[in-house]
């Protein structure tokens, strides 16, 4: 397995913030490798710092994917459920709560695409009608990409409910 390593940081963020955050991603790589080996499935990690925290991300070669996205599940629960078994991983080894982001097999790439399509469509119908849209049920990564995007697009949103049926609203500005 090999590891490749670049940073995309926001403007401001402090050497010292993009090192515990690099520390982040070579703890949650240590962890994963372990869990890969266990499963006995072929993967490279990639380990970045994006957006002010660290982002691990299991690819392998084109026929591996398919194995992979057995540890992503149906709409992503298994991937979901790696991604805090990772934080906790890196929580215990630094003290300190993690935000790390995991994606496996370019699965939260792709559903962030989705999701973008999906809030833009949805911002489109509450500009021309004037009404407030809602989404239906997401988990938070799901939440936070449509937030951005109506955000980007001068409009407001909420998230209403509780979990598992917490949903994003989209209102006029």
Same mark, same amino acid.
């Given at each position: 397995?090999?590891?490749?390593?670049?940073?995309?940081?926001?403007?401001?963020?402090?050497?010292?913030?993009?090192?515990?955050?690099?520390?982040?991603?070579?703890?949650?790589?240590?962890?994963?490798?372990?869990?890969?080996?266990?499963?006995?499935?072929?993967?490279?990690?990639?380990?970045?710092?994006?957006?002010?925290?660290?982002?691990?991300?299991?690819?392998?070669?084109?026929?591996?994917?398919? +194995?992979?996205?057995?540890?992503?599940?149906?709409?992503?629960?298994?991937?979901?459920?790696?991604?805090?078994?990772?934080?906790?991983?890196?929580?215990?080894?630094?003290?300190?709560?993690?935000?790390?982001?995991?994606?496996?097999?370019?699965?939260?790439?792709?559903?962030?695409?989705?999701?973008? +399509?999906?809030?833009?469509?949805?911002?489109?119908?509450?500009?021309?009608?004037?009404?407030?849209?809602?989404?239906?049920?997401?988990?938070?990564?799901?939440?936070?990409?449509?937030?951005?995007?109506?955000?980007?697009?001068?409009?407001?949103?909420?998230?209403?409910?509780?979990?598992?049926?917490?949903?994003?609203?989209?209102?006029?500005?």
């Amino acid at each position: 397995m090999s590891e490749e390593q670049s940073v995309q940081t926001p403007r401001g963020t402090s050497a010292e913030t993009i090192k515990r955050l690099e520390e982040e991603g070579e703890i949650a790589a240590d962890y994963l490798e372990e869990l890969l080996d266990i499963a006995d499935l072929d993967g490279d990690i990639d380990i970045d710092v994006d957006h002010g925290r660290a982002a691990v991300e299991i690819v392998s070669e084109d026929d591996g994917d398919r +194995w992979l996205r057995r540890l992503v599940g149906d709409e992503g629960e298994v991937l979901d459920a790696l991604q805090e078994l990772t934080r906790l991983a890196v929580q215990a080894k630094t003290g300190e709560r993690s935000r790390l982001m995991l994606d496996i097999a370019g699965y939260r790439r792709g559903r962030r695409a989705e999701l973008t +399509w999906i809030a833009n469509e949805a911002v489109a119908k509450v500009r021309s009608t004037g009404d407030r849209v809602a989404l239906p049920p997401m988990n938070p990564f799901e939440r936070k990409v449509v937030h951005d995007v109506v955000a980007a697009a001068g409009l407001v949103s909420d998230s209403e409910g509780v979990e598992p049926s917490r949903h994003v609203v989209i209102h006029p500005a």
